[in-house]
């Protein structure tokens, strides 16, 4: 055999041996995505089955003082109070005695159940969200942002409420600083007002309800809608 056949034989071993590696680098990386894919779905699956079980239970808590106090929970975790006589006086910040009544009332179930150890890890965010309708209040000639004042003030004032009861006061140190973390106030004018079915008159295109858009609304985000944002990012 001639050294010529001796080289083209090596080199034929070389390619096998370099398909073989790149085979087994493949390999592994289509198992360690899919095991990351996986791991992501497993992570999913678990906020999801969390989101429903605070659902479940917010429903249970306040499935016999919804109507009294008309208040809606909805699958997204929002709690709307849409009675905006009950809440504040027409174009004012501060909070109604009948309000205060029915956030002592409220309050003190919500933070029990928001503050429970099984939810520490799942909850991102609790939104105290103000909403107005589109009526001029005549502050300034932009009628957006008076109405962003007046609903950041009545969010802020709801906040201060909470943080005024007993409830929050007997809160351990843990607690306390986790819904320090959590809660946040946001006036969001008349940006997002609802139509008579109190959906969105945005994207349901139906008529828009002033009533039912002037509201107050108490909004969990859970760590699913961050994962989820997680796994989008990684597919762009």
Partial sequence: MSNKDNFWISYTDLMTLLMIVFLLISL????????????????????????????DELSANF???????????NKDLS?????????????????????KAIL?????????????????????????????????????????????QL?????????AFLRSLPVYKRLNQSDELMLKYWLTANGLSYGRMLDNNKDLALFSEKEINKTNSRRVEFKILTRSEELIEQVIKQLK
């Avoid at 592994?28 to 659902?55: G, H």
């Avoid at 499935?63 to 929970?73: C, F, N, P, Q, R």
């Avoid at 609903?151 to 906040?159: E, G, K």
């Fill in 63 to 73: 499935d016999k003082d919804m109507k009294k106090w008309k208040i809606e929970l």
């Fill in 151 to 159: 609903s950041q003030d009545r969010a802020r004032n709801v906040l």
């Fill in 104 to 148: 002592t009332e409220f309050l003190p179930k919500y933070i029990k159940i928001i503050t429970q150890k099984k939810y520490r890890k799942s909850i991102s965010e609790i939104r105290i969200e103000g909403h107005t309708d589109d009526v001029p209040i005549g502050v300034t000639d932009d009628s957006y942002i008076d109405n962003i």
């Fill in 79 to 99: 709690i709307q109070f849409t009675n905006p006589e009950v809440l504040f006086p027409s174009g004012k910040s501060e909070l109604t005695d009948e309000f």
């Fill in 28 to 55: 592994s990386y289509m198992a360690l995505v899919n095991d990351q894919q996986e791991k992501e779905q497993l992570i999913l699956s678990e906020y999801q089955n969390t989101k429903k079980q605070l659902y």
